[in-house]
């Protein structure tokens, strides 16, 4: 950041009065910007032993396998996003939400939820930012081609608790570089 | 937002191309600015049979009871957010946090997190925004006086669950004005 939204004119890095952190201020109308984490919602659509995963046609990780999952939009609720990213990516519907998985990534300043979801029928196809879409059994998930280490985390976890018909929510922390294999 | 963050010029709301969002986009050099929900964390501090809310110090609800919580910074865990507000707000340390309630209030852009934890000790104190922090048994909670609809759903939420001894992680939406009185 480098102008200020509200009048155009430079901003500098520097500790508002009563803050205790570096914030981009104004210099002119001394408007304080705020920078947060966002948060990035997706599904765990299951339908009988499988699951259904997306081959990424986008960049980051062009061509590896992801769950559905994308930057929730102001307006929604956090499992209307996941809802919505499983439509746009998989052309999937879902029914039974469930949160499952939030993992805290700080070090890109995100937030992720999954949802494990129920996928309603097999009409599925791929959406315009995804290769191809495909029900995997367990047994043949590409372990070595998922896009994010989140994705492997929560499959491996999924196929845990299955074991036990149980499924908590799950609170963890990734704190290296996602861009990098797990 | 009137003006780019990036060059400066002036911005203004259109559909991008691949896209299907009025977002500000810049009319100079093209950068889409995205705007996106962020999320308050804060505790459910206990101890022993007693909850600890700190009246508020600040607006909105100035002189109104609430959970310790507020915006969660870049750089942070969903769960540091929620320690350090409890920190700011009532000087007060806990442990043995566990994700309680979120609550999606799509009208505002907001997601809140509460976790509950246990109080390490009772020596809390207000922050610089809290009149004055204060434990509460469940008969003394001023129902009346509380800052915003997500924490009297939250406390009764574990009163209800602490009948059980059960609290599993609930996901509920807020689609009023959380300005108003629930």
């Not at 914030?23 to 001394?30: E, F, G, M, Q, S």
Request: charged content about 25%; aromatic content about 12%; overall charge negative.
């Amino acid at each position: 950041m480098r102008f200020c939204s509200q009048c155009g004119q430079p901003v500098s890095q520097r500790i508002p009065e009563g803050d205790d952190r570096l914030r981009y201020v104004c210099d002119t109308c001394a408007t304080v910007h705020y920078q947060n984490p966002r948060i990035v919602a997706g599904c765990l659509a299951v339908y009988q032993q499988q699951v259904l995963l997306c081959r990424r046609a986008i960049e980051p990780r062009r061509g590896f396998w992801t769950l559905p999952a994308g930057f929730m939009e102001n307006g929604e609720t956090t499992i209307e996003a996941a809802l919505r990213e499983t439509w746009e990516e998989a052309r999937a519907r879902v029914h039974a939400e469930q949160l499952y998985m939030l993992f805290n990534l700080p070090h890109i300043n995100q937030v992720y939820m999954f949802f494990r979801a129920e996928l309603s029928d097999l009409d599925f196809a791929a959406g315009e930012e995804s290769l191809e879409v495909k029900l995997f059994d367990e047994s043949e998930i590409p372990w070595e081609q998922l896009a994010f280490p989140t994705v492997g985390k929560t499959l491996r976890q999924f196929f845990v608790d299955r074991q036990q018909h149980n499924y908590p929510v799950h609170v963890q922390d990734i704190r290296y570089n996602p861009g990098k294999r797990s």
